[in-house]
């Protein structure tokens, strides 16, 4: 995933543009960076590593010593940026958040028109952002350069370039991520995360609609191409990967969860003990989950984060799932012999979890009944970089369907999205089984999509149903 932080300010805006920026540290743990311009000083940028520290360690000298009036940051899973470009528009510093499909055919277009060369990174990739700002470059001006990338890239990008003008902002074609603008007296800001600006005294302007070009300068916001009327956010957002006092199109994140553990405990039957939350993605929808019971929220574990890193940082699968056990501290006296209902935000590979629940057996839990607070996963997302994985048999799911496979069965995906069809309800009782829950009851996606409280036509639901 990804997420950025743009300053545009008639002062320097670097101490905003640190902070604005430390607060998408949710978003990436690969690279970080930062880029600011000034009239005396020109261009500056610093990048750095924060696999093993995080940004604000790695930032500190830069924040001293770096000035100027407009900048950009960006915290990123992947590739290095922002990145320096100098072409016929001027030099300017871009970076990007999304996914491109069809990164080889674009490359081989740009070959044939003459683009000499990309720079691979370390894995033998392409930097999607230095593919994005080729692609810019095919044009004459960057507003065009802009609209021809979201064109022509299959998958989703939104864009920001910092000229010395100014800003300029492009939500991606169909809107599936944010984009937010902050506004203070001498500052206007763009960010991922509607919260990342409102402790440095910025209130909230708008959001932009989906495919909407703006430029944003110290003295205001223009918009140069008006938003599309279709939209397709991505529902995950509110699910698990934006931060719980965030909110996307006027819906808070916070809320989102509560209504999702409302949902699921109306359809529940069974009556355990306690409640509780895979921390901490899982806390809010257990405490939703809760407050509509009236089963206990407790927390049997407490997770231990003052040293350890985050738990899908290390690029080992098996280095993450021990880091994840690891943090994990139990509250004895809240485990043993308990019947535990654990809310977590979605299952994946299942791996975690159900070491979490292994390790609550041997701590003294009685049973442990799994509420994910979204339907099953079945497609690897098309459109935003969510995990490393490069594969969909890496889906909890599509194991578990692959076997049903050797077994001789003929698998029909859409049959297997409905969770009132026997072909579901199959699957979900062997990934319970699998995984050694006590019970195992998904979150319905007509439930999931009430929670939101937006029609479905303007969500992305793609990595659960395959609607595009």
């Given amino acids: 995933m990804g997420g950025f932080f743009g300053v545009a300010a008639k002062e320097d805006c670097v101490f905003d543009l640190f902070f604005g920026t430390d607060y998408h540290s949710h978003l990436g743990t690969r690279r970080a960076g930062m880029a600011v311009y000034s009239k005396e000083k020109g261009y500056d940028r610093a990048i750095h590593n924060i696999e093993n520290a995080p940004f604000r360690t790695k930032f500190d000298s830069d924040l001293n010593s770096m000035q100027g009036n407009i900048g950009i940051g960006c915290i990123s899973d992947y590739e290095p940026q922002p990145l320096m470009v100098r ?91 944010p984009v937010a603008i902050g506004r203070k007296e001498g500052a206007y800001c763009v960010s991922f995360e509607s919260f990342a600006y409102l402790n440095l005294g910025y209130t909230e302007e708008r959001e932009l609609g989906p495919g909407e070009i703006v430029v944003i300068t110290p003295e205001g916001l223009h918009t140069l191409v008006q938003p599309g009327k279709d939209m397709k956010i991505c529902t995950f957002l509110w699910v698990y990967y934006g931060y719980p006092s965030s909110s996307y199109e006027g819906i808070s994140v916070e809320k989102m969860r509560y209504n999702c553990g409302s949902l699921l405990a109306e359809r529940d039957d069974v009556k355990p003990d306690i409640v509780a939350g895979v921390p901490d993605s899982g806390t809010a929808h257990a405490i939703g989950y809760a407050n509509r019971s009236g089963i206990p929220f407790s927390r049997p574990f407490i997770k231990y984060t003052p040293t350890w890193p985050r738990s899908f940082m290390p690029t080992i699968q098996t280095q993450r799932n021990l880091i ?51 339907p099953p996963l079945l497609y690897g997302c098309k459109y935003l970089n969510f995990s490393r994985s490069t594969s969909e048999m890496d889906l909890i799911t599509r194991r578990i369907l692959k076997e049903m496979e050797r077994e001789g069965r003929k698998i029909d995906l859409k049959a297997y999205v409905d969770p009132d069809t026997e072909e579901y309800n199959e699957m979900v009782s062997r990934i319970g089984k699998q995984l050694n829950f006590t019970s195992l009851r998904f979150h319905r996606l007509d439930d999931m999509i009430a929670s939101v409280g937006i029609d479905r036509s303007r969500l992305c639901t793609y990595c659960w149903d395959g609607r595009e």
Avoid at 331 to 351: A, F
């Fill in 87 to 177: 072409s016929h528009h001027g030099t300017y510093a871009i970076s990007t958040v999304g996914k491109i499909n069809n990164t080889d055919t674009i490359i081989k277009e740009l070959f044939d028109k003459g683009h000499s060369h990309f720079l691979e990174m370390s894995g033998g990739d392409i930097n999607a952002t230095e593919l994005v700002a080729a692609i810019v470059n095919q044009k004459d001006n960057l507003v065009e350069g802009i609209r021809y990338a979201q064109e022509i890239i299959d998958g989703s990008m939104t864009i920001l370039i910092m000229t010395p003008k100014g800003i300029y902002a492009a939500r991606d074609r169909m809107g599936r991520t």
């Fill in 324 to 374: 994840a056990k690891m943090k994990l501290i139990p509250v004895h006296d809240l485990i043993q012999d308990k019947s535990l209902l654990l809310i977590d935000d979605s299952i994946v590979r299942g791996t975690q979890l159900r070491e979490t629940t292994e390790f609550l057996y041997q701590s003294g839990a009685k049973e442990v009944h799994i509420r994910p607070a979204c």
